[in-house]
């Protein structure tokens, strides 16, 4: 080969390996380069699951610890709801467990919505599903126990102060003790569960190693044929509610308050009734009149009060003003000889209702009988009807 084109071909040698050592550090910089911004993302985003982990634990804590008090209260009223005695009214012991009872549904049900509210961002893996399925299993629970009691008992849930009511609850259809029993340990059953999901969720943030602190809770502790809220308690409570003497309907509805308009004058019997639930009593017609001053009208505002221990709906009050003269006076105007009125009113126990009824046409100069009364549940139609009925003799001066 001629001396010169040897020259080139070394010459082309070097040129070929110079680019080949070129683009062998080109690409392990490259290289370098993408491996080391994996190292850095795997870094920065092991940082952010270690703090969204983290920052979950803090706020299931704290949701833990509500369910915790809401299983231990809810726990000592289900232990003691069949011993409760009778306060004056509106403090019995059927409102004491309608009030306890509202109380655990609502806690659950905000626990159930705040456990559900804590994602995005999620933490690792399941915690989250399980976390929040116990507190819906809870949640559930605590409202089939308190539908099953009241319909045990006859109750239902209370209004909530302040909120806005466009009608007042009426109680709900009665089950048999059977019924009751099974539902009431169905409930227990649910909330066992809803322990154990809580212990396989703690257990499995052990066995992941995450950075998640949560409390114990238990709402069925060992013994659980002991516990409360454990099947075998609640349901022997379905029975022992249903025989506690304090827990049995009672219906006592009086008139409390009777006014006239126009008032009465100073002379003649008082146009007006006042009576408590302690010692209610019935007016009775008198021949002494109520006198009225002159007028072409009588309107007659009443209270009727609910002074037992149940919800009593659609209780049909009566106003009845007939013409009272003594026989021969010449009768006034059809229109003014006096008519009837009724109006329904639901009441919780111990609430009451002011009613004003239809104002009824009369003639001045004569005498009017006036009846009120209430519509009774058969048991105090029988027992107790002291203060649901009020007489008047009315006089219209001339």
Known sequence: MPRARRRRSRSAAR???????FLFGFFGLVTLVVVGSLAEIHAQSSAYRTSTDSGYGQMAWVVAEASNQ????LAGLMSTAAGLTNQPVPNTARTEIQQGLDDAVNSTAQQADRAEGL??????????DRFTQVMADRAKATADLRTTIDRGLG????????????STPSSAPLIPIGQATAAMGAVGV???RADRLYGDLLAYVHAQRLPIHLPQ????????AEAPLGPTQLAATASALSTAVPLVPFHQLVITAVGLEPPAVTTGVPGTASNSCSAPTSTVRTSTPTVLPPTSSVRVAMTVTNCGTVVESGVVVTQVITLADPAGTAPPPRATRGGRAQ???TLLSGSSAALSLPSVSV?????????????????????????SSQQFLLQISG
């Open 190 to 192: 649910l909330f066992q």
């Open 363 to 387: 003639a001045s100069g004569h005498l009017y009988d006036l009846d009120l009364s209430i519509a009774l549940p058969p048991s105090q139609a029988a027992h107790n009807p002291a203060g």
């Open 343 to 345: 109006t329904q009113v």
């Open 155 to 166: 109750m239902a849930p209370l209004p909530i102060a302040g909120a806005p009511s466009t």
């Open 15 to 21: 040129r070929s390996l110079g680019k080949t050592v």
């Open 217 to 224: 809770s238990v709402w069925v502790p060992p013994p659980v």
């Open 119 to 128: 994602v995005p961002p999620f933490p690792t893996g399941t915690v989250s």
């Open 70 to 73: 809401t299983g231990s209260q």
